[in-house]
């Protein structure tokens, strides 16, 4: 089945303490990016790659790392937590061709920052 | 901010009857794209329309794009108590970065 895994799905966690959240996709999909919501301000965008080794930001892209070593791996790297960083993220893919591809959806990881 | 903006922010309809919501968003773009949220869960993606294109159709879906006003709307005809959900409009401009620009979204709450 074609699916974009998130792991984990809920984490709660204190300030400071570094984590990763995993995202992989079984598409062969060139395409990868991170958004984060919140309430009020729709989803945002974290963190794109076009391909292996080639990543950009979006528009939010402050305390969070990325890497893109395999195609199928995106993972989101918050090296020093803080509260405001709070958040429903996810990981989407899509085809890069020439921009007009849907993106796929993880289920989404809930972050709790205390 | 570069969102897009979707109104109305939140729409109450009986079955049966068409919701309407609209986006409008703020640069030159390649094409524009809709998803579907259901309570907390991931995106699904519903339609594309690309720039050169007016108007489309899926289903019970109809988008209409005018890029001289930059805007769209989505068209849910004969809604069901299922389509209750998040709608969000999504852009990618046409050259440059290729982000994505998500709208702030409309809630939609289809009442059997």
């Known amino acids: 089945e074609a699916q974009v895994t998130q792991n984990p799905r809920y984490l709660i966690t204190v300030t400071g303490k570094k984590l990763t959240v995993t995202c992989s996709q079984n598409m062969n999909h060139e395409y990868m990016s991170w958004y984060r919501q919140d309430p009020g301000l729709g989803l945002r965008q974290i963190y794109y790659s076009m391909n292996v080794e080639v990543t950009d930001k979006g528009d939010v892209p402050e305390g969070y790392k990325v890497s893109r070593k395999e195609k199928r791996n995106f993972p989101l790297i918050l090296e020093s937590p803080s509260p405001n960083q709070t958040s429903l993220y996810f990981c989407a893919s899509s085809q890069q061709g020439q921009r007009n591809y849907e993106q796929y959806f993880g289920p989404g990881t809930r972050l709790t920052v205390t | 901010s570069q969102q897009g903006e979707e109104d109305p922010q939140a729409l109450s309809i009986q079955e049966g009857e068409n919701a309407t919501m609209n986006c409008s968003y703020k640069?030159?773009?390649?094409?524009l794209q809709w998803y579907r949220q259901n309570s907390g869960r991931g995106l699904v993606h519903l339609i594309l329309?690309?720039?050169?294109?007016r108007e489309k159709h899926s289903g019970r879906l109809r988008v209409t794009l005018d890029t001289s006003k930059k805007s769209s709307s989505l068209l849910i005809t004969a809604s069901r108590a299922a389509d209750t959900a998040s709608y969000f409009c999504a852009t990618v401009r046409k050259t440059g970065t290729y982000k994505y620009i998500f709208g702030t979204g409309t809630r939609l709450k289809v009442l059997a």
């Open positions: 640069t030159s773009i390649n094409n």
């Open positions: 329309i690309r720039s050169n294109e």
